[in-house]
């Protein structure tokens, strides 16, 4: 999750803070480090759902689904 002038953490933060309600597809690349990886981080930051590379079409598509689809409850709306 990393970006030009900023990391993908560091904005997935501030939109948690600033956006409570927006759903989130945290997508990465992997650590850096290799002792966490980002989609593990980018979960507990609040991300709905989060998909390490590489990954197939429709799994993205589905992540987009469920993370829509959820209501304020954690619950999926089908």
Known sequence: MDMPRRGG????D?????LPGLPVVAISGG????TQSCA??????GAGKA??????R???LAAIEEVVLRDKSGAVRV
């Open 31 to 34: 650590a850096p480090d290799g």
């Open 14 to 18: 501030e939109a948690r803070r600033t």
């Open 51 to 56: 998909l390490a590379k590489p990954f197939e």
């Open 58 to 60: 429709h799994d993205l």
């Open 9 to 12: 953490t560091q904005t997935l």
């Open 40 to 45: 593990t981080t980018a979960l507990k930051l």
